[in-house]
T-cell receptor, first 110, second 113 residues
Framework: GQQLNQSPQSMFIQEGEDVSMNCTSS?????WLWYKQEPGEGPVLLIA?????ELTSNGRLTAQFGITRKDSFLNISASIPSDVGIYFC??????????FGAGTRLTVKP | ETGVTQTPRHLVMGMTNKKSLKCEQH?????MYWYKQSAKKPLELMFV???????ENNSVPSRFSPECPNSSHLFLHLHTLQPEDSALYLC????????????FGPGTRLTVL
């Protein structure tokens, strides 16, 4: 099906380090979205990608839409304690179905 | 800030209770969604409404009953739930179904005893 495999499941990093996470699928998507969810809150949209190869930044966050349209990655540079949370990828296919990854739980140690 | 609100934020109910979750979006969107979020699992889409019509129902048990009286409001009526239904229930909206980003509410944390 259109499962999204998101990795890693969790990361424990030191403040100041860079972070990279990705999502892959066996299916093609025409939109990739990255969300962040903090405890007790709903997911908040960070970055939206609409074209294969597209590279988009939002502050210290950078995301790319893979050229094969089957993957996307999110990088966070110079992490800070408030980056803690769960990061989700989501992909929308041509039939308008939206699929979500299981999330990457990020812990940042000061 | 997200423009999507949900009430209540927390709900504890017994298996024989009837309760309702409410979602309201202030973004002028035409599509609204209910998702179930369980620990360490991807979001599960439950229902999709477009212009107040239900357009998708992903094999959700009948003990969950959605209602969309207008494009700004969405309800999820709960009846005779099971403990495994305990989860975070998220509402989302988007400009159109299948177009534009989905914006989420804060969720209702449901515990079924």
């Amino acid at each position: 099906g259109q499962q999204l495999n998101q990795s890693p499941q969790s990361m424990f990093i030191q403040e100041g380090e860079d972070v990279s996470m990705n999502c892959t699928s066996s299916s093609i998507f025409n939109t990739w979205l990255w969300y962040k969810q903090e405890p007790g809150e709903g997911p908040v949209l960070l970055i939206a990608l609409y074209k294969a190869g597209e590279l988009t930044s939002n502050g210290r966050l950078t995301a790319q839409f893979g050229i094969t349209r089957k993957d996307s990655f999110l990088n966070i540079s110079a992490s800070i304690p408030s980056d803690v949370g769960i990061y989700f990828c989501a992909g929308r296919s041509n039939n308008n179905d939206m699929r979500f990854g299981a999330g990457t739980r990020l812990t940042v140690k000061p | 800030e997200t423009g999507v609100t949900q009430t209540p934020r927390h709900l504890v109910m017994g298996m024989t209770n009837k309760k309702s979750l409410k979602c309201e979006q202030h973004l002028g969107h035409n599509a609204m969604y209910w998702y179930k979020q369980s620990a360490k699992k991807p979001l599960e889409l439950m229902f999709v409404y477009s212009l107040e019509e239900r357009v998708e129902n992903n094999s959700v048990p009948s003990r969950f009953s959605p209602e969309c009286p207008n494009s700004s409001h969405l309800f999820l009526h709960l009846h005779t739930l099971q403990p495994e239904d305990s989860a975070l229930y998220l509402c989302a909206s988007s400009q159109q179904r299948g177009a534009g980003e989905q914006f989420f509410g804060p969720g209702t944390r449901l515990t079924v005893l």
